[in-house]
């Protein structure tokens, strides 16, 4: 599946980025941008118009902080699927999607135990409907999109390396573009808290 492909190799990027961030010096903990906070795997449901079963997955790149250090910017590569509804669209097919997203978090309790957050960002996907036999099926997404995103969570923190966060994210678009995201992650920072300056 090509989505999957695409994140089997950004997840290798990622990969690679992690090492290359263990192995330089810890002169700032925070890494103000660009620099390099963490990331996070996240898995999730992706909630879509004329779909059953979405699932979500994405890496997300803590690429430092602006201003102030709760402001954390990010990037992520994302991936999506489900499957149509019969009822809506007759003998079903499958829709897949992945994509780019960068955006802006900020951490209202960053240094407590749980620390609620707010996210805005754009998303650049490239959404793709296959097996789709009903040939009166209309508005289809087959392409590039692209859409705003926002949204709500909680993250708990376990010391200064690990967190695990929740939180549902809206991105607008047309039909089956539009999608609302629920998903667990675990964030990894290699240098400890990112808080500090």
Not at 148 to 173: K, M, N, P, W
């Amino acid at each position: 599946m090509k989505s999957a492909s695409v994140f089997h190799r950004v997840s290798a990027l990622g990969v690679a980025v992690l090492l290359i961030a263990l192995a330089a010096p810890d002169d700032a903990h925070a890494q103000t941008f660009p620099g390099f906070g963490g990331m996070e795997l996240r898995l999730g449901a992706a909630n879509l118009d004329d779909v059953e079963g979405g699932l979500s997955y994405a890496l997300d790149l803590d690429i430092g902080y602006l201003f102030t250090p709760p402001l954390r910017s990010y990037l992520r590569f994302e991936g999506f699927r489900g499957e149509f509804d019969t009822d809506v669209i007759a003998g079903g097919g499958d829709l897949n999607g992945s994509g780019i997203e960068t955006g802006l978090r900020y951490d209202l309790l960053a240094t407590s135990r749980i620390s609620p957050y707010g996210v805005v960002g754009v998303n650049f996907s490239n959404i793709k409907a296959r097996g789709v036999i009903d040939q009166s099926a209309q508005d289809l997404p087959d392409g590039m999109h692209t859409s705003f995103g926002y949204g709500i969570g909680a993250a708990v923190h376990f010391g200064e390396h690990f967190s695990l966060a929740a939180d549902v994210r809206q991105l607008t678009g047309g039909r089956a573009v539009e999608r609302t995201l629920w998903a667990i992650g675990f964030r990894f920072s290699p240098k400890g808290n990112i808080y500090k300056r």
